[in-house]
């Protein structure tokens, strides 16, 4: 068994490389390199890099480990000249940030499937992983928020996050990114388990500099008028109505700051946001871990509060989704009982 030193080296090289390859990515889109999956969902090819990219460090660091990832190659098997050309498009992009031998198109896939195709470990196992590669990948495309989260979870327990936010910039809240943004090198946020939470730079601008990691922390605020709350761009992930109807309950005075991705969960994290409201829009949407794995830890590693609207916390033991769980309260420990007790009241839950 690894160290988990060696562990956090490795899912942390895993995410930077899977960040360059996002960035490279962006660049180049095309209209015709976005697929809408089954769920009209938006997929990349920078999603299915960035997920054969870290497939590729975990399958060779940890053969024996689970992966639970969101993407499958599924779109890119199909012998069409689309799914040809969407193919090569991910395997030059993956083949240029992994280390050498170059991936051939099968291996490629059966790593973006690596997760699915060695599903059988992950009943037999204790530990395993999950992987959003892009998380936010309406984000990505506008150009502004998206990550790329990692979590290992071991017991049903989140036990490692690292998640890589390359537009984000440093201590702003602003909903859209600059060029300037997208030029600097992005955040990248390592929690573990009983170990803090951590900032440091996704890359450094001089190779020869070695790279520091900062400890967060949320935000000391004790005065809700004053609070920052974040949420979803998209209303239809969060009901921004609901939202706005607690705010008032709280006397939140500033407008909400609305982000794409789990970079929400970073904001509270380093302070720069107290609340992350997210309120179910639908009875029947159970959100998926990797969606929360990695951005939970990293808020409780800083201190703050993680549950849903019944004030549960996230039950991460039940497979690929949060089903014993609705919507996401997380802010600091002072601040989530009252935003707790405000979310209930409106939502009129007992
Ligand atoms: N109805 C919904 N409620 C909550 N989250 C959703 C809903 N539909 C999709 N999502 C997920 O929200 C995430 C983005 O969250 P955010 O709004 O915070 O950026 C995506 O991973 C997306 O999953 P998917 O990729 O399966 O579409
Ligand atoms: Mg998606
Ligand atoms: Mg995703
Ligand atoms: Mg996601």
């Not at 689309?82 to 896939?109: F, W």
């Not at 929400?264 to 179910?280: Q, V």
Request: proline fraction near 5%; charged fraction near 20%.
């Amino acid at each position: 068994m690894s160290s988990l030193s060696e562990v956090r080296r490795v899912a942390i090289e895993a995410v930077v490389q899977a960040c360059r390859a996002c960035r490279s990515v962006f660049n180049q889109l095309v209209t015709g390199e976005t697929l809408i999956k089954s769920d009209r969902s938006p997929v990349t090819v920078a999603d299915f890099s960035a997920q054969a990219v870290v497939n590729r460090y975990l399958a060779t660091h940890f053969p024996d480990d689970a992966i639970i990832g969101e993407e499958s190659a599924q779109d890119l098997r199909p012998d069409t000249p689309v799914a040809h050309t969407l193919c090569n498009k991910v395997l030059e992009l993956t083949n240029a940030v992994l280390p050498k031998p170059a991936l051939t198109r099968t291996q490629l896939l059966d790593t973006i499937d690596w997760g699915a195709l060695s599903a059988g470990r992950s009943k037999r196992s204790r530990r395993h992983w999950t992987l959003d590669p892009i998380d936010g990948t309406k984000g990505f495309l506008r150009g502004d928020q998206y990550a790329v989260c990692l979590a290992l979870i071991i017991d049903g327990q989140v036990e490692l996050g690292v998640m890589g936010c390359p537009n984000l910039p440093a201590g702003s809240t602003a909903t859209t990114t600059t060029a300037q943004d997208q030029l600097a090198p992005g955040f990248l946020f390592i929690a573990e388990r009983g170990r803090g939470a951590f900032s440091r730079p996704v890359e450094s601008p001089d190779a020869s500099v070695p790279i520091q990691e900062t400890p967060i922390r949320v935000s000391g605020n004790t005065d809700l008028t004053q609070a920052v709350v974040c949420e979803s761009v998209e209303a239809a992930h969060s009901s921004h109505s609901d939202a706005q109807r607690i705010g008032q309950l709280l006397g939140i005075q500033a407008d909400p700051f609305r982000m794409d991705s789990q970079c929400k969960y970073a904001c509270l994290a380093r302070g720069e946001a107290d609340i992350y409201l997210r309120l179910p829009t639908r009875a029947d949407y159970i959100e998926k871990i990797w969606d929360h794995a990695t951005g939970s830890l990293l808020v409780e590693e800083a201190g703050g509060i993680v549950t849903d609207i019944y004030g549960k916390p996230l039950d991460f033991s039940v497979g690929s989704f949060l089903s014993r769980n609705k919507g996401v309260i997380a802010s600091s420990a002072q601040l989530h009982p009252q935003v707790l007790k405000a979310v209930q009241e409106t939502l009129n839950i007992e």
